[in-house]
């Protein structure tokens, strides 16, 4: 089992920048990839950003070249810093660990974090 904790989220005007962290427990040596996802109201979950235990980096179009996502192996943590918000990047943020367990992979999620951009 494998259990995440995210932090950082809050209320930003446009053009700010938020840091989320998301500290990952338990089976961590099973985790393969990690990554961010959002939610808005009325809306699919989408994928942000994620990241391999490579450091191989995949992001949405949406946020290419404002967001960054980092992992720091040595403490178990996954980080999502956030420049240039817009208000459309309000949403409910949460993290995922993809984790291997045996032949088979299943998705770990957290309890998400609120990030509210303001205009």
């Known amino acids: 089992q494998v259990q995440l904790v995210e932090s950082g989220g809050g209320l930003v005007q446009a053009g700010g920048s938020l840091r989320l962290s998301c500290a990952a427990s338990?089976?961590?040596?099973?985790?393969?990839?990690m990554g961010w996802f959002r939610q808005a109201p009325g809306k699919q979950r989408e994928l942000v950003a994620d990241?391999?235990?490579?450091?191989?980096?995949t992001y949405a179009n949406s946020v290419k070249g404002r967001f960054t996502i980092s992992r720091d192996n040595a403490k178990n943590t996954v980080y999502l810093q956030m420049n240039s918000l817009k208000p459309e990047d309000t949403a409910g943020y949460y993290c995922?660990?993809?984790?291997?367990?045996?032949?088979?992979?299943?998705?770990?999620w957290g309890q998400g974090t609120q990030v509210t951009v303001s205009s």
């Open positions: 990241i391999t235990t490579r450091g191989t980096t």
């Open positions: 338990g089976s961590i040596f099973s985790i393969n990839a």
């Open positions: 995922r660990a993809t984790v291997v367990a045996g032949s088979t992979l299943y998705n770990s």
